[in-house]
């Protein structure tokens, strides 16, 4: 696709309830990173895929927070038994591995928890 | 560590004025720095993409310039209008493996330009 589009655009979950936020990265691009922006903050990095391989979750903040991308195009994260805490919007990104590095954002997933 | 910090959190500015968003950062060792306009409830949309090596890039209105060795960089914006209004982000890239850049944001600065 033409930039990087992430679904839902919105989610409201019951506190303890599992959720699933979907990223289809730009078409070709091998690298993806996955950020979360607390209201009023700068996003903060959670893991990093190149192609499918998972290289870097040290940002994921708790093991209720899972990331995959198994053929290495759309990638799935995932937050188990989600708490107040994980209101955020959670932001996509995607690169080529080339020597700019530029990152492309998709527009997020805006995660309230009740 | 990086930290990066951009101050003040907030600006207004009346239509028409040049300005600079300014960005500052701990680690000078860095492998680029990308500034980015974030409207509200949108995501992020990349502005300039300055590399390591490069002191300054130019589009349109927009001019970054990148001074490693103080840990600086700023955004001019010249002839602000009302449409520019947004939050102007600050994300500093840490080399990462196969020419990929992790990024450290500062919290942004929110513009707003009065008619």
């Known amino acids: 696709g033409a930039g990087v589009s992430q679904s839902p655009r919105y989610k409201v979950a019951k506190r303890g309830q599992d959720v699933a936020l979907r990223c289809d990265p730009i078409s070709g691009h091998v690298s993806l990173f996955w950020y979360q922006q607390a209201l009023g903050q700068g996003p903060e990095f959670l893991t990093y895929f190149q192609n499918e391989a998972q290289l870097d979750k040290s940002g994921l903040p708790s093991d209720r927070f899972f990331a995959e991308r198994p053929e290495g195009s759309v990638s799935t994260l995932k937050i188990q038994r989600t708490q107040q805490e994980d209101s955020a919007v959670y932001l996509c990104?995607?690169?080529?591995?080339?020597?700019?590095?530029?990152?492309?954002f998709g527009q997020g997933t805006r995660l309230t928890v009740v | 560590k990086q930290e990066v910090t951009q101050i003040p959190a907030a600006l207004s500015v009346p239509e028409g004025e040049n300005l600079v968003l300014n960005c500052s950062f701990t680690?000078?060792?860095?492998?680029?720095l990308q500034w980015f306009r974030q409207d509200p409830g949108k995501g992020l949309t990349s502005l300039l993409l300055?590399?390591?090596?490069?002191r300054e890039q130019t589009s349109g209105r927009l001019n970054a310039s990148l001074d490693k060795s103080s840990g600086r960089s700023t955004l001019y914006i010249a002839a602000s209008q009302p449409g520019d209004s947004a939050t102007y982000l600050c994300?500093?890239?840490?080399?990462?493996?196969?020419?990929?850049?992790?990024?450290?944001f500062g919290k942004g600065i929110t513009l707003s330009v009065r008619p």
């Open positions: 990104a995607s690169s080529l591995a080339r020597t700019d590095g530029e990152a492309f």
């Open positions: 300055i590399q390591s090596s490069q």
């Open positions: 680690d000078s060792a860095i492998y680029n």
């Open positions: 994300a500093v890239g840490a080399y990462y493996t196969g020419a990929n850049s992790k990024l450290t």
